[in-house]
Structures are given as C-alpha cells and as structure tokens.
C-alpha cells in the first residue's frame, strides 16, 4: 500500500519556540490534511490543502502542499503548552486518506 | 450536536466475550470508517462503508464485522475477542471516498477497549 514518511517521529521543544514537521511519498496526491490528536480524544482536523504549492495558515500553524505533490510540512509558530500531542499527516489521490505515523510533539514550560 | 459520536467509551471485558461499539454521525456524510489505533499511535485503517456497501476491507480477522444499518451509522462487532485486540478503536467519516475536500474525514472520540 502507499507510505507516507513523516518526521521527526517526536520533538521536545521549550515553550516559545517554532516547530516544523514534515511528510514525505513516493507518489503524487491531490490532498493534503494535517490532523492533531490530544490524548484521550479522536484525531482533529487542522489545515486542508489542495492544490501544489498552496500555503494555508491557521493561527500559529502554517502548512504547504509541496509543488512537487508528493510532500507537505507544517510549522507551528511561538509553541504553547496546549500545542501538546500527535499531529498526522494525511494524503489521498484516489483512494480513502492514508496517515503518516504521527509527529508526537512534548513542549517544557 | 456532536458530530461523529461512539459509544462506549471505555469497553474492558474478558478474552472470548463478544462486544459491540456504536457509531453515529451527523454530518449527512456518505462514507464511514473504522480505525484501529495501538499502542505506537498508527492508525490503521480496517473498514470503509460508502451509502451503507462495504468498500474498504482491509487485513482484518473475520472475527471482527461491521454492520451499516443506515448511511449515518456505522456499528463494530467482535467476536471472541483475544488480548491483541486491545487498542483504542475510531470511528470516522466523510463527504466522500478520494481526493479533495469530500475526503475530509472527522473522528469520533474513540473507544478504548481492554481485553483482559
């Protein structure tokens, strides 16, 4: 099946700073998604792309649709305590979503 | 008006029992999911209903069976669970099948089930 390679597969950051993330394929998509998951709760949707090249921010989160089509990365600027947990990747073609295997991300205080 | 509802949300019970999760959503979504999350956190796709037909049937043992009775519920039964069947188990659903924005999937709360 299609793998999508997503790093850093975990990050300790200090509260404050900037964080970027990252998703990787073999092979081209027309959709992007990033998910956030808080522990104890069900993945939520944060930023939808689709089109190459697009870049769609959401507060302090910004992500892009790589021209190539085949990646995307996410940043999340001035990181909070609340920025805590897992946050996916997502990419279809023509098939239902595939999911990278999650970015779990630790901010110290 | 919570979007995409499961119940329970907590299920421990005892290798060999049978048990259902339920799931319900709002959305007037065509297409419903189940996912499988273990321990690692992957999430793993294991069925997909588009207007109540099976689509997506991913390696799954036949002990577990998804039934649609409607478009807007997609129920989960497992028989005689096995210790490895212990994860937390998400519901999820969307527009559409592929591509766009009809294939936003939004997730219920999950249920984490203990087999013991």
């Known amino acids: 099946g299609q793998q999508l390679n997503q790093s850093p597969q975990s990050m300790f950051i200090q509260e404050g700073e900037d964080v970027s993330m990252n998703c990787t394929s073999s092979?081209?998509?027309?959709?992007w998604l990033w998910y956030k998951q808080d522990p104890g709760e069900g993945p939520v949707l944060l930023i939808a792309?689709?089109?190459?090249?697009e870049l769609t921010s959401n507060g302090r989160l910004t992500a892009q649709f790589g021209i190539t089509r085949k990646d995307s990365f996410l940043n999340i600027s001035a990181s909070i305590p609340s920025d805590v947990g897992i946050y996916f990747c997502?990419?279809?073609?023509?098939?239902?979503?595939?999911f990278g295997k999650g970015t779990r991300l630790s901010v110290i205080a | 008006d919570t979007a995409v509802s499961q119940t329970p949300k907590y299920l421990v019970t005892q290798m060999g029992n049978d048990k259902s999760i339920k799931c319900e959503q709002n959305l007037g979504h065509d297409t419903m999911y189940w996912y499988k999350q273990d321990s690692k956190k992957f999430l793993k796709i294991m069925f997909s209903?588009?207007?109540?037909?099976?689509?997506i049937n991913e390696t799954v043992p036949n002990r577990f069976s998804p039934k649609s009775p409607d478009k807007a519920h997609l129920n989960l039964h497992i028989n005689s669970l096995e210790l490895g069947d212990s994860a937390v188990y998400f519901c999820?659903?969307?527009?559409?099948?592929?591509?766009?924005?009809?294939?936003?999937?939004?997730f219920g709360p999950g249920t984490r089930l203990t087999v013991l």
């Open positions: 997502a990419t279809t073609g023509n098939t239902p979503l595939v």
């Open positions: 999820a659903s969307s527009l559409g099948l592929a591509g766009g924005p009809q294939s936003r999937q939004f």
């Open positions: 792309l689709y089109k190459a090249g």
């Open positions: 209903y588009n207007n109540k037909e099976l689509i």
């Open positions: 092979s081209i998509f027309n959709t």
